[in-house]
T-cell receptor, first 115, second 114 residues
Framework: AQSVTQLGSHVSVSEGALVLLRCNYS??????LFWYVQYPNQGLQLLLK??????LVKGINGFEAEFKKSETSFHLTKPSAHMSDAAEYFC?????????????FGKGTKLSVKP | DGGITQSPKYLFRKEGQNVTLSCEQN?????MYWYRQDPGQGLRLIYY???????QKGDIAEGYSVSREKKESFPLTVTSAQKNPTAFYLC?????????????FGQGTRLTVV
């Protein structure tokens, strides 16, 4: 069965600092992995996805993530945080043969950006 | 523009009443999903549908019902049997199920029981 663990329900960084949001997955087959962002009272927006091509994936708004099979990780990074990055971020893994129909989501990490 | 439309954005319901949340997509996607979101619990799957006239229960289907009579529409009914219905509900769709493609989300409906 597939699963996702996001380490840290809350992360706080200063404006201009590195953003690092952690995601570890468990999958019995080569996974597809996704990062989504959610602003308050809105739906989820896709930031980036890994589908077995390049291991370093670039997304929107300057975010990128690196797939590391040996560490079963797909951490999200951004070199320099902006105030507008304050939101909740969800990591998701593809659900092959499971009961979730499509994607299995982590519990989310809320990012705060201090001026 | 293609996308997913959920309505209404805010909904208030009295205890004991059924209420239906609307979800429409014009992306020509086969698969559609309903999630419930509560603070600190991430997204929990209520129901999903891979094709018209077919749907499967997710992890928390008790107290909810759905229909999929048209490809574009996947309404969710919150029944009086749902003990704690106050939550943020998200509808999503994808080209197909089985996790090979990303899901696209609507803007959500916030349901409050008063």
């Amino acid at each position: 069965a597939q699963s996702v663990t996001q380490l840290g329900s809350h992360v706080s960084v200063s404006e201009g600092a590195l953003v690092l949001l952690r995601c570890n997955y468990s999958s019995s087959v080569p996974p597809y992995l996704f990062w989504y962002v959610q602003y308050p009272n809105q739906g989820l927006q896709l930031l980036l996805k890994y589908t077995s091509a390049a291991t370093l994936v670039k997304g929107i708004n300057g975010f990128e993530a690196e797939f590391k099979k040996s560490e079963t990780s797909f951490h999200l990074t951004k070199p320099s945080a902006h105030m507008s990055d304050a939101a909740e971020y969800f990591c998701a893994v593809s659900d092959y043969g499971g009961s979730q129909g499509n994607l299995i989501f982590g519990k989310g990490t809320k990012l705060s950006v201090k001026p | 523009d293609g996308g997913i439309t959920q309505s209404p954005k805010y909904l208030f319901r009295k205890e004991g009443q059924n209420v239906t949340l609307s979800c429409e997509q014009n992306l020509n996607h086969d698969a559609m999903y309903w999630y419930r979101q509560d603070p600190g619990q991430g997204l929990r799957l209520i129901y999903y549908s891979q094709i018209v006239n077919d749907f499967q229960k997710g992890d928390i289907a008790e107290g909810y019902s759905v229909s999929r009579e048209k490809k574009e529409s996947f309404p969710l009914t919150v029944t009086s049997a749902q003990k704690n219905p106050t939550a943020f509900y998200l509808c999503a769709s994808s080209i197909e199920a089985r996790g090979r493609t990303e899901a696209f989300f609507g803007q959500g409906t916030r349901l409050t029981v008063v």
